[in-house]
């Protein structure tokens, strides 16, 4: 299993002294189709998940307000680079950010959703 990542910065917290307490990795990843495959949740609300498939589709689950129920949603993805887009049966689409931490956890994000792998 081939993983590239690429460091986008490292970024050091200064307490009020010259010499660095604390250091965060911010990284990129671009992992090789076959380990975006998978379960993907929201942690803290389980049931808002997405499960890529080897396939190129996807199922997405939310909850709708309206019905106050779970409802699956069909689609297919694309990679982009370090992007997934999620491609709705109704045309509306979702562009997602792939990131990983320093031990190689997944993590799918934009403004309204966050979403961890599933091992």
Not at 25 to 34: L, T, Y
Request: charge should be negative.
């Amino acid at each position: 299993m081939k993983k590239i990542v690429l460091i986008v910065f490292s970024l050091c917290f200064l307490m009020n002294t010259s010499r660095c307490t604390h250091q965060k990795q911010i990284v990129v990843c671009c992992p090789e189709s076959e380990e975006l495959a998978g379960e993907w949740f929201t942690p803290h609300a389980a049931f808002v998940k997405i499960v890529l498939k080897d396939n190129g589709s996807f199922d997405f689950f939310n909850y709708d307000s309206v019905s106050s129920r779970v409802v699956c949603i069909e689609g297919k993805y694309e990679k982009d680079k370090n992007k997934i887009i999620l491609l709705f049966q109704d045309k509306n689409q979702i562009n997602l950010s792939i990131s990983c931490d320093e031990v190689g956890n997944y993590y799918l994000k934009n403004e309204d959703f966050y979403f961890v792998k599933n091992d």
